[in-house]
């Protein structure tokens, strides 16, 4: 007998462990009730992926879990907000019960491990797989973390390494059109990087309950393309030092040093937060950093509009010419 969509969702989506108090109703009825503290801010976003537009029909449904969730969480984390719940709305041609194990598995890894509760969503037969998540979060009224915030003097600071992403889906995009067959371990840590992004919630909380900063973004599209989101909102111009820019010991190893950091400028998918600190507030950012464990550097500096450059690259305290534009896959 084909199992109902009432089972589907009982069997797949409603096996969480998280119970968090503000949920009052979950899954099962027309709507869930949630509470929301007084005095927050409910951030919100949703991001969907569509099957040979975000990712290969032979992406491992764990993986695909995993990220739908993860970069969802990114959004909350670059405003600062404390993730809450989801929803998911699940489009799939047929329903392929071990393909949805494997799914709810690995989005429920990552949910329970940022205490997120799954509330609801919708499940709908459909000739392309798509998944779509919305995430709900708290930020503090006052210290929300927004990308029209940048202020001429300001430092530029990104987390994590750049440039992992988007290497690692070459990587995969080679793999799939069969134009590689095997990986060795550096190109297995940037297909990882692509596929388990991490997001830097705790980074993204820490920044706003100090007021160490008061604009970020995470990067999806790249440094060079979301950075110029920060400079358009903010009406301001940047420095940056592409010798600071932190590239991973994988992929440096694979392409130099040189072309890693091309990569690590135009970049997608690495889902790391890029974020400007007053210059008096520079010198707290150790404090209240180090005890994360979450890598972030300088990499240049806020600076007047500029009426013909919108980013000023230099190397070595040079100005140096590049000529790049944020890099859009599949799309
Ligand atoms: P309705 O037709 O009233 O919208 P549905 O049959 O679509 O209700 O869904 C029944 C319940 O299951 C709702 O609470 C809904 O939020 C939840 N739900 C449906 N699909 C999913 C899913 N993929 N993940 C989580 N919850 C789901
Ligand atoms: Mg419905």
Not at 297 to 304: A, L, M
């Amino acid at each position: 007998m084909p199992i109902t969509e009432f089972d589907l969702i009982n069997t797949f989506f409603t096996q969480q462990s998280v119970h968090r108090p503000d949920v009052a109703l979950a899954i099962g009825d027309d709507c869930a009730l949630t509470s929301v503290p007084h005095n927050k801010f409910l951030a919100i976003t949703t991001d969907t992926m569509v099957e040979n537009s975000h990712f290969y029909p032979n992406i491992n449904p764990r993986d695909l879990g995993y990220k739908a969730i993860a970069t969802n969480l990114s959004d909350l984390a670059s405003m600062g907000a404390e993730p809450a719940w989801v929803s998911l709305a699940l489009t799939l041609p047929k329903v392929n019960e071990s393909w949805l194990q494997a799914f709810s598995q690995g989005m429920f890894k990552i949910l329970n491990e940022y205490n997120v509760a799954l509330i609801g969503g919708d499940t709908t037969s459909g000739a392309v797989p798509s998944i779509t998540i919305t995430a709900q979060g708290f930020c503090d009224k006052n210290t929300v973390l927004r990308r029209d915030q940048a202020k001429v003097g300001d430092w530029i600071y990104v987390s994590g390494t750049l440039g992992d992403g988007l290497a690692g889906f070459h990587l995969i995009s080679d793999l799939y059109q069969s134009k590689k067959s095997a990986v060795n371990l550096d190109e297995e840590f940037l297909i990882q990087r692509n596929l388990h992004p991490i997001p830097r919630i705790s980074l993204g909380l820490t920044l706003s309950r100090y007021q160490l900063s008061c604009c970020a973004l995470d990067l999806s599209d790249g440094l060079v393309g979301d950075l110029g989101h920060i400079l358009q909102h903010s009406g301001v111009s940047a420095v940056l030092n592409v010798d600071h820019l932190p590239c991973s010991r994988s992929l440096i190893n694979l392409y130099g040093r040189e072309q890693a950091e091309l990569l690590a400028l135009q970049g997608g998918e690495d889902y790391e937060l890029c974020f400007t600190v007053p210059d008096h507030q520079k010198a707290f950012l150790e404090r209240y950093l180090a005890p994360l464990n979450v890598p972030y550097t300088c990499i240049g500096r806020i600076v007047e509009k500029n009426p013909t450059e919108n980013i000023i690259y230099q190397r070595q305290g040079k100005m140096v010419d590049l000529h790049i534009s944020s890099f859009e896959h599949f799309k």
